[in-house]
């Protein structure tokens, strides 16, 4: 019984270490930048906005699609923060990507052909959302 106990307790510790791993080797510790965050070089920034020191949230746009990449700033990237983005088209529900992430949130995308978009994102308590904008 003895035996039993202890494997128990070492899978669940194992578990949960996998799990904690697995939380936080989100994507955003997958790519270099925001371009490469989206999905490679045919993305281009169209807009962006700081959130102080802290962060900066990109708008990019690759022809087809609109992404969504707010980006932690050094010192700050690596330290794990809450971190937001979001992108919606007009008459479309938002696509949102928040967490405690260590380098970045998102990316978030939209089509929205002919329609205006809004798109933001936070670091900690900072944010920004834009107005319906970048109408197309």
């Known amino acids: 019984m003895g035996v039993f106990k202890r494997s128990a307790t070492l899978a669940l510790g194992v ?24 999905g490679g070089g045919s993305y281009h920034v169209i807009d962006s906005k ?5 962060a900066t949230i990109y708008l990019l746009y690759n022809g087809s699609y609109n992404c ?30 928040a967490d405690y992430y260590r ?3 998102g990316p978030v995308k939209v089509r929205a052909p002919g329609k205006c978009i ?19």
């Open 118 to 136: 809004m798109w933001g994102g936070s670091y900690g308590s900072l944010w920004y959302e834009s107005p319906w904008e970048h109408c197309g």
């Open 103 to 105: 380098y970045y949130a």
């Open 68 to 97: 969504v990449v707010t980006w932690k700033k050094s010192p700050y990237a690596g330290n794990t923060t809450w971190v937001r983005a979001v992108v919606q088209a007009y008459g479309s529900p938002g696509v949102v990507d």
């Open 15 to 38: 578990a949960a270490t996998l799990a904690a791993s697995v939380a936080f080797s989100s994507p955003a510790m997958a790519a270099s930048s925001p371009i490469e965050a989206c």
């Open 50 to 54: 700081a959130l102080g020191s802290y």
